[in-house]
């Protein structure tokens, strides 16, 4: 099943990259991509082979440290865009042109695979998640973060009131978003061991409604569904951006007394997962533990008996 136009997305994407100044609207991209290498520094282990899927202008390859990967290869759909994504000074990086529905490499080739905000775009995404699985060598980290759902839900809302308004119906302007229940459903089923999965949101604030698109649009991320309105009334517009400032919009405190501004609302979701591999740890069998959870109410007099136990042979540690 197909939801977005990959072309549209890939032309929208170049088309960033011929802007006078496409890092001005890189500031959410870099914000994300530096708290996703955070997470990378956190796992105690140097990976080999890391690949960056997705890494638009080498936003995570500045912030991923030599500590943590040895080479990391930087792949993007949008050559132009990649063209733009400089080596890092600490980590031997290489480019590569690629489509992230069809990777390249070795099967077991690749220890570390980070996505940084580029899996929303994907049409087939069970297929890449078993792809990406099936490139890493065993006990490899597959390790990111996208758009998860209600991000940007202030305009979504707005536009669709003023369409209901103005046209008797609304159309979707805002591309639809993975929730956290369905993606770990799906890096399970790909056969990925260890799943975790969290989301943040953070809110960044501008002048208006029509700044908020013009950015996303310089980013390159405007509207690329299938089945999306290829224009937009501009009453639908005007009504839109009332309804954003009269339901969202708050007084900026750091601007002129009563100047005004609306907020939008990203909410990522950050997941991890490993291939499986033997040395991994396992669940215990079930019905091995000593103590039930319906035994949580007599805790004092566990520890009591526990205590007792451990006088009688000879040892007066106390249980964690």
Known sequence: MYVFDRKTKLLQRNRSADLPDPHTYDYVKEEIAYRLADRVS?????????????CGRGHLSKYISSESVNVLFQCDSALRV????????????????????????????????????????????????????????????????????????????????????????????????????????????????????????????????FCLMDDLRN?????????????????????????????????????EPGERCIPATYRLLYFIGWKPDPSQPKPLPRGSAKYSLKDIGKIDQIAKEFEAEMAASGKKEKPN
Request: glycine share 8%; hydrophobic share 40%; proline share 5%.
């Open 219 to 255: 980013m390159g991320e405007s509207n690329a569904a299938l089945n999306r309105p290829l224009h937009m009334h501009r009453d639908v517009l005007l009504a839109a951006s009332a309804i954003y400032d009269e339901r969202f919009g708050t007084t900026r405190q750091d601007g």
């Open 42 to 54: 956190d796992i105690s282990r140097k990976f080999v082979i890391g690949v960056d899927l997705g």
């Open 82 to 209: 990649l063209k733009q994504a400089p080596p890092s000074s600490d980590v031997l990086t290489s480019n590569v042109n690629v489509d992230e529905e069809s990777l390249p490499f070795r099967p077991g080739s690749v220890d570390l695979m980070l996505s940084c905000l580029s899996l929303h775009w994907v049409n087939d995404l069970p297929g890449v998640l078993k792809k990406i699985l099936y490139c890493l060598k065993n006990d490899g980290c597959f390790l990111g973060v996208m758009s998860a759902s209600d991000t940007l839900f202030e305009l979504r809302l707005s536009l669709q009131l003023a369409e209901l308004d103005r046209l008797g119906g609304f159309s979707p302007h805002i591309s639809p978003f993975t929730d956290n229940v369905d993606m770990g459903d799906l890096l399970h089923r790909a056969g990925f061991n260890l799943i975790t999965l969290d989301v943040e949101e953070f809110v960044i604030h501008y002048p208006n409604m």
